[in-house]
Structures are given as structure tokens and as C-alpha cells.
């Protein structure tokens, strides 16, 4: 009697071999099934963590030192500009780039390079010239050449009263103290608007002897007049030259009302939050151009 199994493959044109069954199972042509790969091994596994982290390193490196770079605001001489708690970015390439623009002060620069001049109303980021380890933020009232000076509470520009408008009195937080102060709109030469604060006309630094300001030096002041240590404390901050300015104050990205948050109730934290600041541009009102102030 013949093989069962030899005739049903004889009818369908199959032989009887398993190994040539075999071989039907990838004909010819068809691609190999991909092999699996292994896992990566612990070692692995923190190799590529830390390769990650570098790069992640890397990055935030470049973009704080050639494009912005974070500040918080310490303490209410720009008030009402700049609140205590600020979180702002200072954009780097307004001025171009000196020394200061980088980690350290390591780099081998002289003067600046890609140099652009900054303009007078500017809030701008600088290293104390008495201690260049030292970042201040000022606004810029004095260029090269001119004559700053302030009598009576009142400023005066290349021998010109620089005028301001009242708008009311405020009360502020200083240290820890209620005060109340006038706001004023102060307008620079060439029509530049900002919101000033002063307690008296009658302060320490609200008369001062008349600054020539030099060549290739800038002179500054805080917007809140009678609590800020600037450039009219020679002995401390002086003429800032422009290889100390790091850049020009562009926006504020956060913004934390210490004052307001308890450590001990977590759900304070959220009600300090001063999200109305959150974004807000740090710029002075300037006239179109081409408009005369």
C-alpha cells in the first residue's frame, strides 16, 4: 500500500521532504526577519543620560551668552520700572558682545565686537565698574560728552531742566517699610517718556555737583531717585564704560511677590504670583521716527 502522506504531497506537486519544506518557508529573495536588538546595559543607559545632559548644557550656554540671558530684580531702585522679584531677560546682542558677555569674563576680547551704541532711556544691565563680579540694572540718562546734574530734586541735562509731570502719590513697599511717594512722567531729550518715583526733592542725591560724562563711558540712573545707588555715587558705580554693558533689559518672564507667600501654606504660592507682569516689554515711550518730539 503506498505512503499516505507520499501521495497526498505527490498530488499537490510537493515532495515529501522536510527539509525542502523548510527552505519554502523564506523563498528566495525575501528579506531575513530583522534581528532583535539587546538592550542597552546600565552603563549604556547613563552613557546616553549624560550625553543628553551635555548637550542640554551646551545649548543653554550658547543662548545665555550670545542671545538672553536671565536676571532677577534684588531690590526697588527701578521701581516702579522693575519690582523686587522681577525675573527678566536681558537680550545680548543689543550692544554687541565684550568680555562681559560671557561666563567669567574669560573671553580674550578688546572693546566689543559686533558693537552697536545704546540709546539714552535705555534700562540696561552692566558690571559695577568698582567690582565687575557685580551686576547692576539702571537706566541710561547721560551719554559721552554730556553734562548730568541734579539740583533740588530735579534733573538737568547738558544745562537743561529735564521735565517731568506728576501723576499722584503711591504707596511702596521699601525694606520692609510703607512710604509714600510721587510719580512722575520724566521726558528725556528727544521726547523719551518713563514713569519716575521720588519721596522729596530734598534727598542725600537730589543735589549733586554737575558730571561731565567721558568718552566711551555712559552715565545712570534708577528710576525710583531718592533708593538707588547709580552714577551719581562716584565711589561706587561712577561713569559706566561700554565694555561693562552686558545688554539692554528686554522682557520680563516671571514675576514673585516674596512678600505675599507664606513657606508653611504652599497654596499662598500661587496668589504671589504677579501674572498681570508676566511678559510685559521693558521699554520707554519713544516718539515714532521721524516725528519731532
Do not use: C
Request: charged letters at 25%; zero cysteines.
Amino acid at each position: 500500500m503506498p505512503d499516505r502522506a507520499s501521495g497526498i504531497g505527490a498530488r499537490f506537486g510537493v515532495e515529501n521532504n522536510p527539509m525542502k519544506l523548510e527552505d519554502n518557508k523564506n523563498p528566495a529573495g525575501a528579506e531575513p526577519p530583522a534581528p532583535i536588538e539587546a538592550p542597552l546595559s546600565d552603563k549604556e543607559d547613563w552613557g546616553e543620560f549624560f550625553r543628553t545632559a551635555l548637550y542640554a548644557v551646551i545649548l543653554a550656554l550658547v543662548i545665555r551668552t550670545f542671545l538672553y540671558e536671565p536676571f532677577n530684580i534684588p531690590s526697588g531702585s527701578m521701581l516702579p520700572t522693575l519690582e523686587v522679584g522681577d525675573y527678566l531677560f536681558v537680550y545680548k546682542p543689543s550692544y554687541g558682545y565684550s568680555r562681559y558677555s560671557f561666563p567669567f569674563g574669560i573671553a580674550p576680547i578688546e572693546g566689543r565686537a559686533l558693537a552697536a551704541l545704546p540709546e539714552r532711556g535705555d534700562v540696561v544691565v552692566f558690571k559695577l565698574p568698582s567690582n565687575p563680579s557685580i551686576d547692576y540694572i539702571k537706566r541710561l540718562i547721560g551719554l559721552p560728552g554730556d553734562r548730568i546734574q541734579v539740583r533740588e530734586g530735579r534733573l538737568y541735562i547738558n544745562g537743561t531742566m529735564v521735565p517731568r509731570e506728576p501723576v499722584g502719590l503711591e504707596t511702596i513697599n521699601e525694606s520692609g517699610a510703607q512710604v509714600t511717594v510721587m510719580a512722575y512722567i520724566e521726558t528725556l531729550p528727544g521726547g523719551i517718556m518713563h514713569r519716575i518715583y521720588e519721596e522729596s526733592d530734598d534727598r542725600p542725591l537730589d543735589n549733586t555737583e554737575e558730571f561731565t560724562v567721558p568718552e566711551g563711558h555712559y552715565f545712570m540712573m534708577g528710576d525710583n531717585r531718592d533708593n538707588s545707588q547709580d552714577s551719581r555715587v562716584q565711589s561706587l558705580v561712577g561713569f559706566v564704560p561700554y565694555e561693562n554693558l552686558v545688554g539692554r533689559a528686554d522682557r520680563i518672564f516671571f514675576s514673585f511677590d516674596s512678600t505675599q507667600a507664606h513657606m508653611r501654606r504652599p497654596w499662598t504660592w500661587f496668589s504671589a504670583i504677579r501674572y498681570d507682569r508676566i511678559f510685559n516689554k521693558i521699554e520707554s515711550v519713544r516718539p515714532p521716527e521721524g516725528v519731532a518730539p
